[in-house]
């Protein structure tokens, strides 16, 4: 069943029992009164009463105990609603008795006993209500003994209420003892009391108030109630008695104890409310300082927002904060004061010697109260200063005045320090993040580069009828500078180039594209190899920086001589594998780096060498990565075995020894990792 | 990680070089031989004996003082280059353009 269909069914079940109690009895009393037979028992009253009320609490229960809603004070106002409608209903009914005076009717005591019992429905229907209000204002910081308490209370109840219904007595006396065992309980569970303190000062004069009221509708009802079922028992004695209800007389006890316990209680908690709520600003203030380091605030903003704080929580005059640190310079933020003032106040601080905290890079934090006293023309008399630290280093410092001398007491203190922590904190978090955009940016820049360098490097290389060439590259992660190409210059002529440019990252991307340019526009016109690498250094001199050089090997191939021209500029010894003599050799010739010498000077240093090629040769291009790349041992993998490597097999097509090549360079690294770019390009002759 | 001390011995300006000169640690070596030229002194010698590896950016600062030190009328004598270092060295060409010695002996000689 739905709760909604539970509250409709409850409250049909309460109003129904309700309605027969009232006829059962009255027909009892009636019959009785006149002498008349009797056609219900005795103990249909008492049973009906008891549904009656137990439908009432159900009803209630749910109503109540499911609503959403826990405002205090929205509670309590349900409680005074329910009393106001019920006494103005009982009330109504008082006006009819009046206007009866002391008529015939006024006397009947059926017609008493019916006044009577509507009254007490309206009376069970507020102590019920009241009884689930109270129930969630102690329950709300529940324990699990307090909830074992509160369960037993309510079953104990429940029992009273079947007492109630039955028609026979056990024992002697046992109803009042039960009666004063559930007081006694009501009194212990009525200790909780913890919702007083969620309450604000006006929450609490309201709560108090309310319960007054509360307390007031109790002791009226009680009165009403007691003075009729006295006046009704004077006359007859077949009624229902509610001084003999367990149930009723529990409830009223447990609602009044536990009203007087909260008046009393809100009572004492309204000085100290203040406190509470002075607390509740420190936290919020320091969820704002800790909240202020989203991305569109700033440091300055952090600083407003700790003297603010500061300010607001410990109740200060006026206050300052110096700021003097390399990246923002000597700043104030100040609050009521300026800085003339702040100026005479550490004056004076210096000439009466008293150092300490306002000294940038002392971390005394001291309460200055008495040292204020001396100061003429000065309202303040008591000041604290607290240092904003940032990874261990002062950066600024909070100070606040007051001008009441010991005006700062612990707490004060206390919370200040959190405060001027937290900003640190905030700051520092501040910083971290805007290091790790920037940081960020530069590796979005270094991408970039390596997609330049990579988009620098030929598709395809350059083949001939004569030869077929195959070529390999492979960026380490930091962006380097290998280089190589290769041109048609005309139908028998073909240039080649490998270069490796100094250095790494943006800058080396940048050399490599000056030399891509210089190929492009040297190649074209035909020269000399020695030719190419002076116009070369020549150019290059102009635009590389100071410490850097580029390292290359230039070859032109003339198919028609079966020949190839080439000059080293300070580039790793070309490999070449003659098929004739069954072994390979690097070339020893001389030269010099493009950038070392930025003179005319240079071609003195450049050699031309020329050799003939036959079909099976094989001419290997390589970076120094390759030979320099080495393993866990910290051995290179050196000249030696890249020699060995081409030599076992030369009889493979070009492409085969590229990708022998390659394997045995990274079975010998054992690393997919690399340290600086590899790039090797294979010519084999046809 | 790279170490430079400057010695003052007799007539000459001595710097040790200890460790790896890469990207980055090619700066403090930079640094020191400007240092060194600053303070006045035309004879230095370079003890690379305890020179384990050079990159590119190495070789750079080295090869960026040449025109300075011929300008300067300055004297700089390196000794005691590995088989290693030495080799790149003489690939790029700069011991055409630099005075490199086996020994401190020869250097000194060198020197005059």
Redesign the interface.
């Known amino acids: 069943m739905s709760s909604k269909a539970i509250i409709r069914f409850s409250a049909l079940v309460a109003a129904g029992s309700w309605i027969g109690m009232l006829l059962t009895a009255l027909s009892i009393l009636f019959s009785k009164n006149s002498g008349l037979d009797q056609s219900i028992g005795d103990e249909v009253p008492p049973i009906l009463m008891s549904l009656f009320i137990f439908a009432l609490f159900t009803f209630y229960k749910f109503r109540i105990e499911r609503a959403e809603s826990i405002n205090f004070v929205d509670l309590l106002w349900k409680v005074f609603v329910t009393g106001l409608i019920a006494t103005i209903v009982s009330l109504f009914f008082q006006l009819i008795m009046n206007m009866l005076g002391n008529t015939k009717l006024a006397e009947n005591v059926v017609f008493l006993n019916f006044i009577y019992l509507s009254n007490f429905g309206l009376v069970a229907a507020f102590l019920i209500s009241t009884f689930i209000v109270w129930k969630r204002l102690i329950l709300y910081q529940k324990s699990r003994f307090l909830l074992t308490a509160w369960k037993v209370f309510e079953y104990a109840l429940l029992l009273g209420l079947v007492m109630n219904a039955l028609p026979v007595t056990v024992v002697e006396n046992f109803e009042d003892v039960y009666s004063v065992i559930l007081v006694l309980m009501g009194l212990v569970l009525s200790v909780n009391m913890k919702w007083v303190a969620y309450l604000n000062f006006k929450q609490k004069w309201k709560s108090i108030l309310l319960i007054a009221l509360a307390m007031f509708y109790l002791g009226y009802f009680s009165f009403t109630l007691v003075g009729a079922s006295s006046d009704i028992a004077d006359k007859t004695e077949y009624f229902l008695d509610i001084r003999e209800n367990i149930f009723i007389i529990a409830l009223i006890s447990f609602i009044f104890i536990y009203a007087l316990f909260s008046l009393l209680v809100l009572l004492f908690n309204l000085p100290t409310s203040s406190v509470f709520e002075q607390k509740l600003e420190e936290v919020v203030s320091f969820q704002k300082l800790s909240q202020s380091i989203q991305t569109e605030q700033n440091e300055e903003r952090v600083y407003e927002i700790l003297i603010e704080s500061s300010v607001n929580t410990v109740f200060a005059d006026a206050a300052w904060i110096e700021l003097d640190n390399e990246k923002d310079g000597h700043k104030y933020y100040t609050h009521k004061i300026d800085v003339e003032g702040i100026i005479r106040i550490k004056n004076h601080l210096k000439a009466n010697k008293i150092k300490g905290i306002l000294d940038q890079g002392s971390d005394k934090t001291k309460n200055l109260n008495k040292y204020l006293a001396t100061l003429k023309g000065s309202p303040y008399r008591s000041m604290i200063a607290f240092p904003i630290k940032v990874k261990g280093e002062q950066e600024a410092i909070i100070v606040l005045l007051k001008d009441v001398s010991e005006g700062f007491n612990r707490e004060n203190s206390k919370i200040i320090g959190t405060f001027s922590n937290q900003a640190g904190i905030s700051i520092e978090n501040f910083r971290l993040l805007t290091e790790a955009l920037q940081n960020e940016r530069y590796k979005e820049e270094l991408k970039i580069a390596k997609n330049v360098q990579s988009s620098l490097l030929p598709d395809e290389v350059v083949q001939d009828d004569d030869y077929t060439a195959a070529a390999f590259s492979e960026a380490a992660d930091e962006v380097g500078g290998d280089y190589y190409d290769t041109y048609r210059i005309n139908d028998h002529k073909v240039a080649m180039i490998i270069s490796d440019v100094s250095g790494k990252g943006t800058s080396a991307a940048f050399h490599m594209s000056q030399m891509k340019g210089v190929f492009y526009s040297l190649t074209q016109h035909d020269i000399s190899p020695k030719e190419f690498l002076d116009s070369a250094n020549n150019a290059l001199s102009r635009c590389l920086d100071k410490a850097s050089f580029i390292t290359t090997s230039y070859f032109v191939f003339d198919s028609s001589k079966k020949q190839v021209e080439f000059s080293r500029a300070g580039h790793c010894p070309t490999l070449y594998y003659s098929k004739a003599e069954g072994k390979a050799t690097y070339f020893q010739n001389k030269g010099l780096g493009l950038g070392i010498l930025r003179n005319e000077g240079f071609k003195n240093y450049i050699q031309i060498d020329t050799f003939f090629y036959s079909p099976g040769d094989i001419l290997v291009l390589y970076t120094d990565g390759i030979t320099e790349a080495s393993n866990v041992k910290g051995e290179e993998y050196g000249y030696e075995r890249l020699k060995e490597t081409i030599e076992k097999h030369s009889a493979a097509p070009v492409e085969e020894i590229k990708k022998e090549i390659i394997s045995e360079l990274y079975a010998f690294t054992g690393t997919e990792a690399i340290d600086d770019d590899y790039t090797v390009l294979i010519v084999k002759f046809n | 990680m790279v170490d430079v001390k400057r010695i003052q011995e007799g007539n000459y300006e001595l710097l040790t070089v200890v460790g790896d000169v890469d ?1 980055s640690s ?1 700066i403090e070596l ?1 640094t020191a031989i400007e240092e060194a030229i600053e303070s006045g002194g035309k004879k230095f010698l370079i003890d690379c004996s305890s020179l384990d590896y050079i990159s ?2 190495g ?3 080295f ?2 003082y ?2 300075e030190f011929r300008k300067r009328d300055i004297t700089m004598i390196i000794y005691g280059l590995n088989e ?1 270092v030495a080799n790149v060295f003489e ?4 011991d ?2 630099l005075t490199i010695k086996q020994t401190k002996e020869e250097a000194k000689a060198a020197l005059g």
């Open positions: 990207a090619s930079d590119s950016a070789l750079g600062v090869m960026s040449i025109e290693k690939i790029l060409g700069l055409q353009l």
